[in-house]
Protein backbone atom coordinates (compact mmCIF):
# COMPACT_ATOMS: atom_id res chain seq x y z
CA UNK A 1 0.00 0.00 0.00
CA UNK A 2 1.42 3.25 -1.04
CA UNK A 3 -0.32 6.43 -0.02
CA UNK A 4 0.99 9.94 -0.97
CA UNK A 5 -0.12 13.22 1.17
CA UNK A 6 1.25 16.43 -0.86
CA UNK A 7 1.14 20.16 -0.52
CA UNK A 8 0.84 19.88 3.59
CA UNK A 9 2.58 22.22 6.16
CA UNK A 10 4.59 19.40 7.57
CA UNK A 11 5.88 19.60 11.40
CA UNK A 12 9.49 19.16 12.23
CA UNK A 13 11.26 19.16 15.14
CA UNK A 14 14.69 21.32 14.73
CA UNK A 15 16.27 20.89 18.01
CA UNK A 16 14.18 22.34 21.05
CA UNK A 17 11.89 24.42 18.14
CA UNK A 18 9.18 23.50 15.63
CA UNK A 19 8.88 24.17 11.86
CA UNK A 20 6.62 23.61 9.54
CA UNK A 21 7.86 23.33 5.80
CA UNK A 22 5.43 22.65 2.85
CA UNK A 23 6.50 19.06 1.71
CA UNK A 24 4.94 15.95 -0.02
CA UNK A 25 5.01 12.40 2.51
CA UNK A 26 5.10 9.49 0.67
CA UNK A 27 3.79 6.39 2.68
CA UNK A 28 5.01 2.62 1.46
CA UNK A 29 2.95 0.34 4.20
CA UNK A 30 3.53 0.78 7.51
CA UNK A 31 6.09 3.48 7.50
CA UNK A 32 7.06 7.08 5.60
CA UNK A 33 9.17 6.08 2.92
CA UNK A 34 10.27 9.67 1.66
CA UNK A 35 10.00 13.12 2.52
CA UNK A 36 9.96 15.09 -0.60
CA UNK A 37 10.08 18.91 -1.45
CA UNK A 38 7.26 20.38 -2.90
CA UNK A 39 9.64 22.18 -5.42
CA UNK A 40 11.49 19.08 -6.48
CA UNK A 41 10.07 17.87 -10.40
CA UNK A 42 6.62 17.84 -10.07
CA UNK A 43 6.78 15.19 -13.09
CA UNK A 44 8.79 13.38 -10.54
CA UNK A 45 6.30 13.87 -7.63
CA UNK A 46 3.51 12.64 -10.44
CA UNK A 47 4.78 9.56 -11.91
CA UNK A 48 5.42 8.42 -8.26
CA UNK A 49 2.88 5.28 -8.09
CA UNK A 50 0.27 5.57 -5.60
CA UNK A 51 -2.81 3.76 -4.15
CA UNK A 52 -4.27 7.27 -2.97
CA UNK A 53 -3.77 10.51 -2.32
CA UNK A 54 -4.66 12.90 0.09
CA UNK A 55 -4.40 16.70 -0.82
CA UNK A 56 -3.56 18.32 2.40
CA UNK A 57 -3.41 22.12 1.19
CA UNK A 58 -4.45 24.46 4.07
CA UNK A 59 -3.34 21.97 6.22
CA UNK A 60 -1.12 21.13 9.44
CA UNK A 61 0.79 17.90 8.78
CA UNK A 62 1.39 16.46 13.12
CA UNK A 63 2.72 13.48 14.59
CA UNK A 64 -0.20 11.33 16.18
CA UNK A 65 -0.34 12.44 19.82
CA UNK A 66 0.18 9.94 22.49
CA UNK A 67 -2.17 9.88 25.77
CA UNK A 68 0.03 8.19 28.00
CA UNK A 69 -1.89 7.60 30.75
CA UNK A 70 -5.35 6.88 30.57
CA UNK A 71 -8.29 4.04 32.42
CA UNK A 72 -10.94 2.73 29.34
CA UNK A 73 -12.67 0.68 32.34
CA UNK A 74 -14.13 4.09 33.47
CA UNK A 75 -15.58 5.20 30.59
CA UNK A 76 -18.99 5.19 31.33
CA UNK A 77 -18.60 7.60 34.27
CA UNK A 78 -18.06 9.92 32.28
CA UNK A 79 -20.09 13.42 33.62
CA UNK A 80 -20.97 11.30 36.74
CA UNK A 81 -18.71 13.54 39.26
CA UNK A 82 -17.36 16.32 40.94
CA UNK A 83 -16.09 17.82 44.14
CA UNK A 84 -14.42 15.04 45.20
CA UNK A 85 -10.65 14.18 45.91
CA UNK A 86 -8.84 11.21 44.50
CA UNK A 87 -9.09 8.49 48.05
CA UNK A 88 -13.40 9.03 48.29
CA UNK A 89 -13.86 9.76 44.63
CA UNK A 90 -12.10 6.20 43.88
CA UNK A 91 -14.91 4.52 45.91
CA UNK A 92 -17.76 5.08 44.07
CA UNK A 93 -15.85 4.53 40.66
CA UNK A 94 -17.36 0.33 41.14
CA UNK A 95 -18.81 -1.16 43.27
CA UNK A 96 -15.94 -1.08 46.02
CA UNK A 97 -16.21 -4.80 46.97
CA UNK A 98 -18.46 -7.20 44.29
CA UNK A 99 -16.62 -4.97 41.43
CA UNK A 100 -17.37 -4.49 38.04
CA UNK A 101 -19.74 -6.53 36.42
CA UNK A 102 -20.02 -5.88 32.52
CA UNK A 103 -20.29 -8.68 30.02
CA UNK A 104 -17.16 -9.28 27.96
CA UNK A 105 -19.26 -7.64 24.97
CA UNK A 106 -19.97 -4.91 27.06
CA UNK A 107 -16.39 -3.78 28.15
CA UNK A 108 -15.75 -4.15 24.10
CA UNK A 109 -17.78 -1.49 23.63
CA UNK A 110 -16.94 0.42 26.33
CA UNK A 111 -14.10 -0.01 25.05
CA UNK A 112 -14.56 1.06 21.49
CA UNK A 113 -16.72 4.18 22.81
CA UNK A 114 -13.47 5.90 24.01
CA UNK A 115 -11.91 5.58 21.09
CA UNK A 116 -14.36 7.69 19.13
CA UNK A 117 -12.90 10.84 21.11
CA UNK A 118 -9.23 9.48 21.12
CA UNK A 119 -9.24 9.15 17.08
CA UNK A 120 -11.19 12.18 16.20
CA UNK A 121 -9.19 14.45 18.44
CA UNK A 122 -5.49 13.18 16.68
CA UNK A 123 -4.25 10.54 19.59
CA UNK A 124 -2.77 7.32 17.54
CA UNK A 125 -1.19 5.97 21.04
CA UNK A 126 -2.42 5.17 24.22
CA UNK A 127 -1.56 3.48 26.92
CA UNK A 128 -4.46 2.26 29.06
CA UNK A 129 -4.22 1.06 32.49
CA UNK A 130 -7.26 -1.28 33.26
CA UNK A 131 -8.50 -2.50 36.04
CA UNK A 132 -10.41 -5.80 36.23
CA UNK A 133 -12.62 -7.92 38.46
CA UNK A 134 -10.95 -10.22 39.10
CA UNK A 135 -7.83 -8.69 37.92
CA UNK A 136 -6.24 -12.01 36.32
CA UNK A 137 -9.34 -12.36 33.90
CA UNK A 138 -8.20 -13.04 30.30
CA UNK A 139 -11.46 -12.64 28.67
CA UNK A 140 -12.03 -9.36 29.28
CA UNK A 141 -8.44 -8.60 28.51
CA UNK A 142 -9.03 -10.19 25.31
CA UNK A 143 -12.03 -7.89 24.36
CA UNK A 144 -10.28 -4.93 25.30
CA UNK A 145 -7.21 -5.39 23.08
CA UNK A 146 -9.40 -6.69 20.31
CA UNK A 147 -11.47 -3.49 20.28
CA UNK A 148 -7.99 -1.45 20.01
CA UNK A 149 -7.39 -3.82 16.94
CA UNK A 150 -10.59 -3.13 15.35
CA UNK A 151 -10.22 0.48 16.15
CA UNK A 152 -6.64 0.25 14.48
CA UNK A 153 -5.33 2.03 17.88
CA UNK A 154 -1.59 2.11 18.53
CA UNK A 155 -2.35 0.52 21.97
CA UNK A 156 -0.36 -0.60 25.34
CA UNK A 157 -2.82 -2.18 27.54
CA UNK A 158 -2.41 -3.08 30.94
CA UNK A 159 -3.39 -5.02 33.82
CA UNK A 160 -3.48 -2.20 36.85
CA UNK A 161 -2.67 -4.24 40.18
CA UNK A 162 -2.68 -4.07 43.79
CA UNK A 163 -1.50 -6.59 46.37
CA UNK A 164 -2.27 -4.77 49.52
CA UNK A 165 -5.61 -4.26 51.33
CA UNK A 166 -6.65 -0.64 51.25
CA UNK A 167 -6.03 -0.29 55.14
CA UNK A 168 -2.51 -0.87 54.73
CA UNK A 169 -2.11 1.79 52.13
CA UNK A 170 -3.99 5.18 53.18
CA UNK A 171 -2.63 6.58 56.93
CA UNK A 172 -4.92 6.43 60.06
CA UNK A 173 -7.15 3.92 57.66
CA UNK A 174 -6.68 0.62 60.17
CA UNK A 175 -7.75 2.17 63.21
CA UNK A 176 -10.79 3.70 61.49
CA UNK A 177 -11.96 0.45 59.68
CA UNK A 178 -14.46 -1.94 61.13
CA UNK A 179 -12.82 -5.45 61.88
CA UNK A 180 -15.23 -7.08 59.94
CA UNK A 181 -14.60 -4.49 56.47
CA UNK A 182 -10.58 -5.35 57.06
CA UNK A 183 -11.25 -8.88 56.97
CA UNK A 184 -13.23 -8.86 53.93
CA UNK A 185 -10.34 -6.95 52.30
CA UNK A 186 -7.84 -9.37 53.37
CA UNK A 187 -9.53 -11.78 51.32
CA UNK A 188 -8.97 -9.97 47.56
CA UNK A 189 -5.27 -10.17 47.86
CA UNK A 190 -3.64 -12.51 45.71
CA UNK A 191 -0.25 -14.06 45.81
CA UNK A 192 2.74 -12.40 43.65
CA UNK A 193 3.85 -15.75 41.73
CA UNK A 194 0.24 -16.00 40.80
CA UNK A 195 -0.64 -12.25 39.58
CA UNK A 196 3.54 -12.31 38.19
CA UNK A 197 3.06 -15.49 35.89
CA UNK A 198 -0.48 -14.24 34.74
CA UNK A 199 1.77 -11.20 33.37
CA UNK A 200 4.29 -13.09 32.02
CA UNK A 201 1.58 -15.15 30.06
CA UNK A 202 -0.47 -12.21 28.83
CA UNK A 203 2.98 -10.71 27.64
CA UNK A 204 3.71 -13.50 25.95
CA UNK A 205 0.36 -14.04 24.22
CA UNK A 206 -0.19 -10.48 23.13
CA UNK A 207 3.69 -8.99 22.55
CA UNK A 208 4.61 -9.26 18.51
CA UNK A 209 7.34 -7.42 17.10
CA UNK A 210 5.77 -4.40 14.94
CA UNK A 211 2.42 -5.43 16.41
CA UNK A 212 -0.69 -2.61 17.02
CA UNK A 213 -1.39 -3.57 20.75
CA UNK A 214 0.64 -5.05 22.99
CA UNK A 215 0.69 -5.96 27.14
CA UNK A 216 2.78 -3.62 29.37
CA UNK A 217 3.10 -3.41 33.28
CA UNK A 218 1.40 -1.41 36.21
CA UNK A 219 1.95 -1.84 39.78
CA UNK A 220 -0.51 0.63 40.93
CA UNK A 221 1.81 2.68 43.28
CA UNK A 222 4.36 1.81 45.92
CA UNK A 223 1.89 1.92 49.18
CA UNK A 224 -0.40 -0.35 46.97
CA UNK A 225 2.09 -3.45 46.39
CA UNK A 226 4.78 -5.16 47.48
CA UNK A 227 8.54 -4.83 47.31
CA UNK A 228 8.13 -8.56 45.85
CA UNK A 229 5.20 -7.90 43.63
CA UNK A 230 6.95 -4.73 42.15
CA UNK A 231 10.69 -6.39 41.69
CA UNK A 232 9.08 -9.22 39.74
CA UNK A 233 7.21 -6.30 37.26
CA UNK A 234 10.51 -4.95 37.14
CA UNK A 235 12.44 -7.67 36.27
CA UNK A 236 9.45 -8.50 33.38
CA UNK A 237 9.85 -4.51 31.51
CA UNK A 238 13.66 -5.18 31.54
CA UNK A 239 13.53 -9.03 30.61
CA UNK A 240 11.01 -7.90 27.79
CA UNK A 241 11.95 -4.21 27.20
CA UNK A 242 8.52 -2.77 28.49
CA UNK A 243 7.39 0.59 29.87
CA UNK A 244 5.66 0.18 33.21
CA UNK A 245 3.13 2.44 34.93
CA UNK A 246 3.07 3.40 38.50
CA UNK A 247 1.05 5.90 40.31
CA UNK A 248 3.11 8.26 42.68
CA UNK A 249 2.81 11.26 45.11
CA UNK A 250 -0.93 11.69 43.09
CA UNK A 251 -2.41 13.22 46.14
CA UNK A 252 -2.82 15.19 49.17
CA UNK A 253 -3.10 11.79 51.40
CA UNK A 254 -0.03 10.61 49.22
CA UNK A 255 2.34 13.57 50.21
CA UNK A 256 2.08 12.22 54.04
CA UNK A 257 1.73 8.63 53.48
CA UNK A 258 5.59 7.56 52.68
CA UNK A 259 6.76 9.56 55.81
CA UNK A 260 4.41 7.82 57.77
CA UNK A 261 4.96 4.74 56.65
CA UNK A 262 8.52 4.67 55.73
CA UNK A 263 9.83 7.59 56.67
CA UNK A 264 10.74 8.92 53.70
CA UNK A 265 9.44 10.20 50.52
CA UNK A 266 7.45 7.45 48.20
CA UNK A 267 10.56 8.21 45.63
CA UNK A 268 13.14 7.56 47.85
CA UNK A 269 11.23 4.63 49.25
CA UNK A 270 10.75 3.34 45.70
CA UNK A 271 14.96 4.13 44.86
CA UNK A 272 15.96 2.77 48.52
CA UNK A 273 14.62 -0.88 47.33
CA UNK A 274 15.97 -0.53 43.98
CA UNK A 275 12.38 -0.38 42.09
CA UNK A 276 13.77 3.40 39.83
CA UNK A 277 14.46 2.24 36.71
CA UNK A 278 14.56 3.97 33.09
CA UNK A 279 11.98 1.67 31.75
CA UNK A 280 9.48 3.44 34.63
CA UNK A 281 7.13 5.85 34.16
CA UNK A 282 5.88 8.02 37.55
CA UNK A 283 2.41 9.02 37.07
CA UNK A 284 1.45 12.56 38.74
CA UNK A 285 4.29 13.34 40.70
CA UNK A 286 2.41 16.58 41.91
CA UNK A 287 4.27 15.92 45.69
CA UNK A 288 7.64 15.01 44.56
CA UNK A 289 10.63 17.24 46.49
CA UNK A 290 13.80 18.65 44.47
CA UNK A 291 15.70 15.81 46.07
CA UNK A 292 13.08 13.31 44.37
CA UNK A 293 13.49 14.99 41.12
CA UNK A 294 16.56 14.87 41.28
CA UNK A 295 16.63 10.81 41.68
CA UNK A 296 14.14 10.45 38.53
CA UNK A 297 16.21 12.74 36.88
CA UNK A 298 19.78 10.36 37.54
CA UNK A 299 18.15 7.22 37.22
CA UNK A 300 16.41 8.45 34.26
CA UNK A 301 12.98 7.11 35.01
CA UNK A 302 9.93 9.30 33.27
CA UNK A 303 7.05 11.18 34.12
CA UNK A 304 3.34 11.26 33.08
CA UNK A 305 1.72 14.24 34.04
CA UNK A 306 -1.96 14.49 34.17
CA UNK A 307 -3.05 18.31 34.27
CA UNK A 308 -6.67 17.98 34.59
CA UNK A 309 -6.98 14.87 36.61
CA UNK A 310 -4.70 16.49 39.07
CA UNK A 311 -7.18 19.47 38.92
CA UNK A 312 -10.14 18.30 39.24
CA UNK A 313 -9.63 15.74 41.90
CA UNK A 314 -8.06 18.57 44.10
CA UNK A 315 -4.33 17.03 43.96
CA UNK A 316 -2.19 19.73 43.46
CA UNK A 317 -0.31 21.13 40.53
CA UNK A 318 3.04 18.94 39.42
CA UNK A 319 6.74 20.79 39.58
CA UNK A 320 7.07 19.52 35.53
CA UNK A 321 9.06 22.60 34.37
CA UNK A 322 11.48 21.60 36.94
CA UNK A 323 11.55 17.98 35.74
CA UNK A 324 12.24 19.12 31.71
CA UNK A 325 15.09 21.30 33.29
CA UNK A 326 16.47 18.68 34.85
CA UNK A 327 16.61 16.54 31.45
CA UNK A 328 13.71 14.55 32.87
CA UNK A 329 11.16 12.82 29.42
CA UNK A 330 7.44 14.32 30.78
CA UNK A 331 4.66 12.87 28.61
CA UNK A 332 1.01 13.60 28.89
CA UNK A 333 -1.99 11.78 30.12
CA UNK A 334 -5.89 12.33 30.10
CA UNK A 335 -6.26 10.02 33.25
CA UNK A 336 -9.23 8.50 34.01
CA UNK A 337 -12.54 9.48 32.31
CA UNK A 338 -14.17 11.07 35.11
CA UNK A 339 -11.82 13.05 36.88
CA UNK A 340 -11.35 14.71 33.30
CA UNK A 341 -14.33 14.23 31.42
CA UNK A 342 -12.51 14.45 28.14
CA UNK A 343 -9.97 11.96 26.03
CA UNK A 344 -8.41 15.12 23.70
CA UNK A 345 -4.94 15.89 24.34
CA UNK A 346 -5.25 19.34 22.99
CA UNK A 347 -7.03 20.00 26.28
CA UNK A 348 -4.15 18.53 28.03
CA UNK A 349 -1.32 20.63 25.73
CA UNK A 350 -3.81 23.93 26.96
CA UNK A 351 -4.11 23.21 30.45
CA UNK A 352 -0.10 21.90 30.73
CA UNK A 353 0.81 25.32 28.85
CA UNK A 354 -0.95 27.84 31.54
CA UNK A 355 -1.18 26.40 34.84
CA UNK A 356 2.32 26.06 35.89
CA UNK A 357 2.69 29.53 35.18
CA UNK A 358 1.34 30.41 38.61
CA UNK A 359 4.33 28.53 40.13
CA UNK A 360 6.40 31.25 39.43
CA UNK A 361 7.35 35.05 39.48
CA UNK A 362 10.25 34.42 36.26
CA UNK A 363 8.03 34.76 33.80
CA UNK A 364 11.13 33.42 31.47
CA UNK A 365 11.19 30.29 32.89
CA UNK A 366 7.62 29.55 32.49
CA UNK A 367 5.90 26.31 30.23
CA UNK A 368 6.32 27.67 26.68
CA UNK A 369 4.06 25.55 23.90
CA UNK A 370 6.94 24.29 22.35
CA UNK A 371 7.14 21.91 25.39
CA UNK A 372 3.57 21.10 25.96
CA UNK A 373 3.61 20.02 22.05
CA UNK A 374 6.63 17.85 23.01
CA UNK A 375 5.27 16.43 25.77
CA UNK A 376 1.87 15.26 23.85
CA UNK A 377 4.30 13.90 20.92
CA UNK A 378 8.19 13.30 21.10
CA UNK A 379 8.45 12.47 24.99
CA UNK A 380 5.17 10.21 24.77
CA UNK A 381 6.45 8.51 22.56
CA UNK A 382 9.62 7.95 24.50
CA UNK A 383 7.71 7.20 27.65
CA UNK A 384 5.71 4.20 25.83
CA UNK A 385 9.13 3.07 24.86
CA UNK A 386 8.88 3.90 21.02
CA UNK A 387 10.51 7.05 20.15
CA UNK A 388 12.32 5.08 17.43
CA UNK A 389 9.25 4.70 16.11
CA UNK A 390 6.96 6.92 16.80
CA UNK A 391 6.30 10.46 18.08
CA UNK A 392 8.20 12.96 15.21
CA UNK A 393 8.02 12.51 11.17
CA UNK A 394 10.89 11.11 10.02
CA UNK A 395 11.59 9.25 6.70
CA UNK A 396 11.41 5.23 8.26
CA UNK A 397 9.77 5.83 11.02
CA UNK A 398 5.83 4.40 11.48
CA UNK A 399 3.21 6.48 9.79
CA UNK A 400 1.08 7.71 12.12
CA UNK A 401 0.46 11.43 10.99
CA UNK A 402 -2.76 13.53 11.72
CA UNK A 403 -3.48 16.09 9.39
CA UNK A 404 -5.24 19.49 10.81
CA UNK A 405 -7.55 21.66 8.75
CA UNK A 406 -6.57 25.12 9.46
CA UNK A 407 -8.82 27.05 7.22
CA UNK A 408 -10.95 28.03 10.51
CA UNK A 409 -11.10 30.62 13.01
CA UNK A 410 -8.65 28.48 15.72
CA UNK A 411 -6.25 29.44 13.29
CA UNK A 412 -7.27 32.06 11.40
CA UNK A 413 -5.74 34.97 11.77
CA UNK A 414 -2.74 33.14 11.48
CA UNK A 415 0.31 33.60 13.99
CA UNK A 416 2.48 30.70 15.04
CA UNK A 417 1.30 27.41 14.48
CA UNK A 418 2.31 25.59 17.62
CA UNK A 419 1.18 28.37 19.75
CA UNK A 420 -2.61 28.07 17.84
CA UNK A 421 -2.26 24.13 18.55
CA UNK A 422 -1.77 24.54 21.97
CA UNK A 423 -3.51 27.30 23.18
CA UNK A 424 -6.52 27.88 20.40
CA UNK A 425 -7.13 24.10 18.60
CA UNK A 426 -9.32 21.65 20.46
CA UNK A 427 -9.63 18.75 18.39
CA UNK A 428 -12.30 20.24 15.89
CA UNK A 429 -9.97 20.92 13.44
CA UNK A 430 -8.66 17.12 12.95
CA UNK A 431 -9.60 16.14 9.34
CA UNK A 432 -7.54 12.88 8.55
CA UNK A 433 -5.47 10.32 11.24
CA UNK A 434 -3.52 7.63 9.99
CA UNK A 435 -2.09 5.06 12.37
CA UNK A 436 0.33 2.26 10.69
CA UNK A 437 0.11 3.57 7.19
CA UNK A 438 -3.29 3.14 7.36
CA UNK A 439 -6.37 6.00 7.04
CA UNK A 440 -8.27 5.38 10.64
CA UNK A 441 -10.13 9.12 10.25
CA UNK A 442 -11.18 10.20 6.98
CA UNK A 443 -12.49 13.40 6.23
CA UNK A 444 -13.29 13.79 9.97
CA UNK A 445 -15.23 9.84 9.94
CA UNK A 446 -13.98 6.98 11.71
CA UNK A 447 -12.99 4.08 8.66
CA UNK A 448 -12.93 1.33 10.85
CA UNK A 449 -15.86 1.01 12.75
CA UNK A 450 -19.39 2.66 13.06
CA UNK A 451 -18.82 5.25 15.80
CA UNK A 452 -23.44 5.92 15.28
CA UNK A 453 -23.66 2.06 16.14
CA UNK A 454 -21.17 2.03 19.25
CA UNK A 455 -23.18 5.46 20.61
CA UNK A 456 -26.92 3.86 20.51
CA UNK A 457 -25.56 0.75 21.96
CA UNK A 458 -23.80 2.63 24.61
CA UNK A 459 -27.42 3.85 25.29
CA UNK A 460 -28.63 0.87 25.50
CA UNK A 461 -26.11 -0.39 28.74
CA UNK A 462 -26.40 3.00 30.75
CA UNK A 463 -29.17 1.98 32.53
CA UNK A 464 -27.11 -1.18 34.13
CA UNK A 465 -24.48 1.20 34.50
CA UNK A 466 -26.52 2.99 37.05
CA UNK A 467 -27.42 0.26 39.01
CA UNK A 468 -24.23 -0.34 39.09
CA UNK A 469 -23.16 2.74 40.58
CA UNK A 470 -26.25 2.38 43.55
CA UNK A 471 -24.46 -0.51 44.22
CA UNK A 472 -20.96 1.39 44.63
CA UNK A 473 -22.76 3.86 46.57
CA UNK A 474 -24.53 1.47 49.15
CA UNK A 475 -20.97 -1.15 49.07
CA UNK A 476 -19.14 1.94 50.07
CA UNK A 477 -21.02 3.85 52.66
CA UNK A 478 -19.02 2.36 55.89
CA UNK A 479 -15.41 2.49 53.90
CA UNK A 480 -16.32 6.03 52.73
CA UNK A 481 -16.47 7.51 56.33
CA UNK A 482 -13.71 5.76 57.46
CA UNK A 483 -11.56 7.29 54.25
CA UNK A 484 -13.17 10.66 54.69
CA UNK A 485 -11.78 10.58 58.18
CA UNK A 486 -8.29 9.63 57.58
CA UNK A 487 -8.09 12.22 54.60
CA UNK A 488 -8.85 15.12 57.17
CA UNK A 489 -6.28 13.99 59.18
CA UNK A 490 -3.66 13.59 56.77
CA UNK A 491 -4.70 17.04 55.51
CA UNK A 492 -3.87 18.30 59.20
CA UNK A 493 -0.82 16.91 59.21
CA UNK A 494 0.13 19.11 55.76
CA UNK A 495 -1.43 22.18 57.40
CA UNK A 496 0.35 21.97 60.54
CA UNK A 497 3.93 22.10 58.47
Excluded at 373 to 397: D, V, Y
Aim: glycine share 6%; net charge negative.
Amino acid sequence: MRLLIKNGLVHFFKGNESTFLEKNILIQNDKILSIIDVNENQKKIDNITTDEIIDAKNCLVIPGLVNAHMHSHDHFNKGAFEKLPLELWMLYLRPFFSGIRLSPEEIYLRTLWGCIEILKTGTTTVIDDIVQNPPTDENNLEMIINAYKKAGIRASVTTHLANKPLQDTIPFLENLLDVKIKEKLNQTVIPEETLLSYLEEQIKKYNHPDGLVRYILSPSGPQRCTIKLMKGMRDLSEKYKLPTICHVLESRIQNVTGKIFYDKTLIRYLYDNDLLYPNLNLVHCVWVSEEDIKLISDIGSKVIHNPASNLKLGSGIAPIKSMLDRGITVSLGTDNTSSNDSLHMFGMMYLTGLIHNVQGYDYEKWMSAEEAFSMATLHGARSALLGEKIGSIQENKKADLVILDINNERFIPTNDYIKHIVFAENGSSVRDVIIEGKIIVKDRKITTFDERDVLEEVKTVMPKIYKEREIAYSESIDVYKAVKEAYLRCNELILKK
